[in-house]
């Protein structure tokens, strides 16, 4: 029998998990999102994810598209309150649900700053300061309610907005106003906000109005949605998120990103270069991988090469320079046209932010390396940077001297460290963009391949 529907809800400093269990006792309850957690989340078709509050300052912020890859697999996505009213603000034409009244006032264009809805807290959730928008929204009923003018709290807004996010607070308003000709106003609001504090933090009404509403089935209807799903949103950048953050189970049990698998062997296996030029080709060609494989190298490189004249892509359509960005004189003196183009489109491949060339999950990897020996490796990598960090101040991969880092790439692929421009071609034939972006890629690495 088929579970029901899910509801996972992100929230911080706006609801606690208590108060979210009192209103949706089934609901599993994570601190606020950001960067990553959406794709490790393995949500099914039909669950609801509730987004709250989000961190954005000291870690990166959830991606827009983190929310698309939930949308296309059929996953309710609501926004509230918070960060979660300001995504679904921006998403609403692509089917997120928006719920409140913050959500309103970015929807409809009253609201636009992100520091609208920020506020500090402690390490265990707890706010430490007062968002503007809760801030705007009762110096506002204030007014409605004739305790100060509009005008007056316009001002206040204003005077409320110069301060800087994490001091933000009817207290910190109030000694702002104290040296002005405003400070009459404030403390009226003040004295008003104090015996008619009911909703005073609007963004807690909003979170439990969505919560109420997820909980209950009684989520708004989404947008009328285009057909965004049929265009080419889902980017390098998306796959290269979903393989870092989604992880994969290994022998022994461990969880280890596919990102670091497929980095160590991009850098350290030997098979590497001719595994993945054969997975291009076959990418080129729009061929299954079982199809691919029964294919000898010479009849894969026709259907390949085929298929990018079809597309307008042939040598003759390329200029000088394009050619010697992506070959080294050597290559062009020396090499026919047909291995010369053969390596341009294996070398390009990833500069499509578009292109689904790179794997994503364990099962379009498994042709290009072991996943066992490589996630071992990735592991002991891991170790040993732990144990040096360990015996001194600033013993880290971030630390290393990229000189080094490049000698012991060139050493592993059997080139010249002074060789540039075969470093770079190397680089390429590996899926990785420059001799730069290598060793940066094998920080990580560095110490336990040179010990």
Same mark, same amino acid.
């Given at each position: ?9 992100f ?6 998990a208590?108060?979210?269990?009192? /209103?949706?006792?089934?609901a599993?309850?994570?601190?606020p ?8 989340l393995?949500?099914?078709?039909g ?11 000291q ?16 996953v ?31 929807a409809?264009?009253? /609201? ?12 265990s ?5 007062t ?5 705007r929204?009762?110096?506002?009923a204030? +007014? ?15 005077? +409320?907005?110069?301060?800087?996010y994490?001091r933000?607070s ?14 009459? $106003?404030?403390q009226?609001a003040?004295?008003?906000n ?25 989520l ?12 080419? &949103? ?5 796959? =290269?998120w979903?393989?870092?953050?989604r992880?994969v ?5 461990? @969880?280890?990103p ?18 993945? @030029?054969?997975?291009?080709? $076959?990418?080129?060609? =729009? ?5 691919a ?10 259907? $390949?090469l085929a298929?990018?004249?079809? @597309?307008?892509?042939h040598?003759d ?17 020396? /090499? ?12 390009s ?26 996630? @071992?490796?990735?592991v002991h990598? &891991? ?34 460290t002074?060789?540039? #421009?075969?470093?770079?071609? #190397?680089?390429r ?17 560095y ?5």
């Open positions: 029998m088929n579970p029901g529907p899910t509801l996972h809800v929230a911080g400093p706006t609801l606690a208590d108060r979210i269990r009192a /209103l949706a006792a089934t599993i309850v994570h601190p999102v950001q960067h990553g957690d959406l794709l490790r393995a949500a099914r078709r669950d609801i994810v509730l987004i709250i509050d989000g961190l954005w300052h870690v990166p912020p959830v991606r827009h598209k983190e929310i698309l890859e939930l949308l296309a697999n059929d309710r996505v609501v926004g509230a309150a918070s960060m979660g009213a300001l995504r679904a603000a921006e998403l609403a034409p692509y089917g997120m649900i928006g719920v409140g009244w913050v959500y309103q006032q970015y409809t264009g009253q /609201l636009d700053a992100d520091d609208e809805v920020a506020v500090t807290q402690t390490p959730g707890a706010p430490l300061s968002a503007l928008v809760c801030l929204y009762r110096l506002n204030a +007014a409605d309610a004739g305790a100060i003018t509009a005008g007056e709290a316009a001002q206040l807004v204003e005077l +409320a907005r110069a301060l800087p994490q933000r009817w207290k910190a308003l109030h000694y702002a106003a104290a040296s002005t000709d405003l400070a009459g $106003a404030c009226r003040v004295d008003w104090d015996h008619y504090g009911e909703t005073a933090d609007i963004k807690a009404v909003d979170a439990e109005l969505a919560l109420t509403f997820a909980a209950t089935g009684h708004p209807e989404p947008a009328d949605q285009p057909g965004w799903q049929q265009q080419p &949103w889902r980017t390098s950048h998306l796959r =290269s979903a393989a870092t953050y992880p189970a290994i022998a022994n049990g461990a @969880r280890v596919l990102t670091a698998l497929l980095h160590h062997a991009q850098l350290y296996d030997p098979h590497w270069p001719e595994r993945w @030029r054969r997975h291009v080709l $076959a990418w080129i060609a =729009s061929l299954p991988t079982d199809t494989s029964r294919l000898t190298a010479p009849a894969l490189e026709d259907q $390949a298929a990018a004249h079809h @597309r307008g892509l040598l359509s390329l200029t000088r320079a394009q050619v010697q960005h992506w070959a080294t004189p050597s290559e062009i003196s020396e /090499l026919s046209p047909r291995e010369i183009l053969l390596r341009l489109v294996t070398r491949a990833r500069l499509d932010p578009t292109a689904s060339v790179w794997p994503e999950t364990p099962q379009q990897a498994r042709a290009l390396l072991d996943l066992d020996a490589h996630a @071992r490796a990735a990598a &891991w170790t040993t940077s732990q144990k040096i960090a360990a015996t001194g101040p600033g013993r880290i991969p971030a630390h290393l001297d990229p000189t080094r880092i490049r000698r012991q790439l060139a050493d592993h692929w059997n080139l010249d002074a060789d540039s #421009a075969a470093l770079t071609a #190397a680089a034939d590996r899926g990785i963009l420059s001799i730069q972006e290598a060793v940066e890629t094998a920080r990580p690495f110490l336990a391949a040179r010990r």
